[in-house]
């Protein structure tokens, strides 16, 4: 079927950017820990933000006055 070069595809894109991923480390960016595939689900795994996301921390910031 048609569909499934594309999710082959899609997959390999992923696993690529997965081999990336997991060599990158730095202090103030959140740590990546896998990829999980389950057809026809690719999730990628991150470090869990005890404070959520960075986009919910500006949109609520304080600045002074």
Sequence with gaps: ????????????FFAAENAVSARFRHPNVVRYHGLCVIP?????????????????????????T
Excluded: K, M, Q, W
Aim: net charge negative; charged share 15%.
């Design 1 to 12: 079927r048609g569909g499934n070069r594309g999710d082959a595809h899609a997959i390999a």
């Design 40 to 64: 026809p689900h690719i999730s990628l795994v991150f470090e869990y933000c005890e404070y959520g996301s960075l986009s919910v921390s500006y949109t609520h910031l304080t600045l002074p």
